[in-house]
């Protein structure tokens, strides 16, 4: 059975920083590309960044430029979101997604069709 499960989130104060963790059960990430996406209450959801299964293309969102930072580990089987400066629109809850694609990423959801359920990031002081 494929799994993501998304952990790291948490509530830490404005400025401060968070490194989510996507893990892969039951497939290799490999071959997946990888997106993480946040829903903030009321708001629709929406892409932060995704990265390629080699990891060598990566895309962020205008909105996370200059403080987020993506990453894979294949060895691990788990992509990370590492999120500096982090602001209080911010808040949201983080879902990574996989989709078997090679050569490059997607910022769109409808690309994926596996997803993890979530993990609750908060930015408050």
């Known amino acids: 059975q494929l799994q993501l499960v998304e952990s790291g989130g948490g509530l830490v104060q404005p400025g401060g920083s968070l490194r989510l963790s996507c893990a892969a059960s039951?497939?290799?990430?490999?071959?997946?590309?990888i997106g993480w996406f946040r829903q903030a209450p009321g708001k629709e959801r929406e892409g932060v960044s995704c990265?390629?299964?080699?990891?060598?293309?990566?895309k962020l969102a205008d909105s996370v430029k200059g403080r987020f930072t993506i990453s894979r580990d294949n060895d691990k089987n788990t992509v990370y979101l590492q999120m500096n400066s982090l602001k209080p629109e911010d808040t949201a809850v983080y879902y990574c997604?996989?989709?078997?694609?090679?050569?490059?990423?997607?910022?769109?959801?409808?690309?994926?069709?596996?997803w993890g359920r979530g993990t609750q990031v908060t930015v408050s002081s």
């Open positions: 997604a996989a989709t078997r694609y090679s050569g490059t990423c997607f910022s769109s959801q409808a690309w994926y069709a596996y």
């Open positions: 039951g497939f290799t990430l490999d071959f997946y590309a």
């Open positions: 990265i390629s299964s080699s990891g060598g293309s990566t």
